[in-house]
């Protein structure tokens, strides 16, 4: 008789288990032995969505600033006007006035930069490039007359200025002016990549109008698809874990942005005052590399040092002293009023990750490596963290530097042998002053004792007198 086949959902688990791994495999094998047409196709679709990358990244900068706006100046006014009203309290007027006003800030700052700092600083390269060499005669005849008296130092220094102005002038000349032209070039000539950057702009802007306007609903439908692929529980972790992104990076980017254009500002006005040649060109420099945490200052002030340099070398020292006094003022005073402990880290994972971001991405990779670095440093904190608990072990860093090592077998925590004399030590002077307690407590309740026997032996006494007298006076 034939015997009828018995389902067990376990062998259906490791029959799909197989087939995802086959598959995995198989789409691996794909994917390394197609790589050009890989990157090719991704390259295709992000061109293709390019217009959207930029929405989404100009609504997630403008949120803030939207929010604030909305929250604290427009939906206040607009319920006060609207108060008579029972359907219409204001609240969609408030939000398109502040979509309008963020849209407005965001072309005036692209007006500015296209239109301002961008010629003045194109123009400001050009005259430093003609005028090099005039700037390091001066700056020759200035070392000749510091260093009349010395002249192995001198000969020292003509040498390296020599050498420093050949340097300078080949690396503008051939890196710095092609570069610039062929912006320039490109354009004032290249209509079609012109009208492709205007095209994703524009549409990038009109998509972040959508975003912003309908920022609730876009918020609701990705919570939604969320609960509906995962678990509760997953999709919680999900939900925590994204905002723990979100507030990382919105209080990183925002902040750092913030506080370099305020060091930005105040560079071009002391500088200003100070009549520092390039003073637009300084400034900038300053607020763009100000954005690299920890090394920022370093890479903004070196380049721009040697710029005032080859103009005038007495104000090169003035610079100096001032970008000196400017970073200590934005470390210790601007930069955590504005930022405040958003990072969450040690200056030496800090800079551990502007060099690991540098040297993998560059610019943006230093720009981002922190924030980046924090998500990923909380996260193994977190999974270590859980570990810990599973196993009922301290969680606290502070705890371990007083474990000397953990039992495999029991799990019984042995402290070092310093921590386990100091709390002997510890138990010892306070068993001896329980002791003490213990001694004069006694003490005391015999002193008492005794007095309480006197008073006693006195009052019977006293009685035994009473008794006698009136016996006699019978």
Known sequence: MRRRFNWDRKYLYWGMTAFCVIAASLLLYFAVGNLPTIRNGVSRLLGIL?????????????????????????????????????????????????????????????????????????????MLVANSNTYANNLSE???????NYPTLEEYASNWLG??????????????????????????????????????????????????GDRENFLAAVKRLSYTLFSLETAERLRSGLNFVNRTFMGFLNGKLLDSLIIGIICYIVCAILQMPYALLVSVIIGVTNIIPFFGPLIGAVPSALIILM???????????????????????????????????????????????????????MLLGVPVFVVVYNAVTNLIVKKLKRNDLPTELDAYKEIDYIEPATFQIVKKASVRKAEIAREKAMKAGKAEK?????????????????????AEEVKADEVSDRNAGL
């Open 50 to 126: 390019a217009p959207f990358i930029w929405g989404l990244v100009i609504s997630y900068l403008l949120t803030p600033l939207m929010r604030t706006t909305e929250e604290k100046l427009l939906i206040p006014l607009m319920e006060k006007l609207c108060r008579n009203r029972k359907k219409d309290n204001g609240r969609k007027v408030a939000r398109g006035i502040a979509v309008l006003l963020c849209e407005i800030v965001l072309l005036l700052v692209l007006v500015a930069l296209v239109s301002l700092i961008l010629p003045q600083m194109l123009t400001s390269i050009q």
């Open 163 to 212: 050498n420093l102005n050949a340097n300078i002038g080949t690396w503008l000349e051939n890196t710095i002016l092609p570069r610039l032209g062929n912006i320039v070039t490109s354009v004032s000539t290249g209509v079609y990549g012109v009208a492709k950057g205007v095209y994703n702009l524009i549409i990038g802007i009109i998509v972040s109008i959508y975003l912003l």
């Open 438 to 458: 213990t001694g004069e407590t006694d003490r005391t309740g015999k002193t008492e004792k005794n007095g309480e026997t006197e008073k006693t032996g006195r």
């Open 311 to 365: 103009v005038n070398p007495v104000k090169c020292l003035v610079f100096i002293v001032f970008i000196i006094i400017l970073q200590q003022i934005d470390g210790n005073i601007i930069g955590p009023r504005i930022l405040g402990n958003s990072t969450g880290i040690t200056g030496f994972w800090v800079m551990f990750s502007i060099i690991l971001g540098g040297g993998l991405f560059g610019f943006w990779g």
């Open 142 to 148: 200035w070392l000749e007359k510091l260093l009349a």
